[in-house]
């Protein structure tokens, strides 16, 4: 499984970014996937930003209710994150990851740089 993420870039405090993570595989099925993204900035620890559970219903971390939402296309493989009201804490390289809903197998992709500019 091959997870690419993209739509990172520099943007002013209050802005919007639109995160792509696009996913693919020899044998790859989008569908049997939970799909989530999390972010990592240097000197703390990574952390879950917004997820799908099994049943397709979304969680996000405090920190991002109400200005994240993460949405998926099965049909192109892709998972979103819609980035609102961006903060200067939300600086981070954000990564999206796979789950496996029967094997639990992990993936991970690179990450997309955000840096917000107050």
């Known amino acids: 499984v091959q997870l690419q993420a993209s739509g990172g870039g520099l943007v002013q405090a209050g802005g919007s970014l639109r995160l792509s993570c696009a996913a693919s595989?020899?044998?790859?099925?989008?569908?049997?996937?939970?799909m989530a993204w999390d972010r990592q900035t240097p000197g703390k620890e990574r952390e879950l930003v917004a997820s799908f559970t099994g049943d397709d219903t979304t969680l996000y971390a405090d920190s991002v209710k109400g200005r994240f939402t993460i949405s998926r296309d099965n049909a192109k493989n892709t998972v979103y994150l819609q980035i609102d009201s961006l903060k200067s804490e939300d600086t981070a390289v954000y990564y999206c990851n796979a789950v496996h809903k029967v094997t639990r197998r992990h993936y991970w992709g690179q990450g997309t740089q955000v840096t917000v500019s107050s």
């Open positions: 595989g020899s044998t790859f099925s989008f569908s049997l996937y939970l």
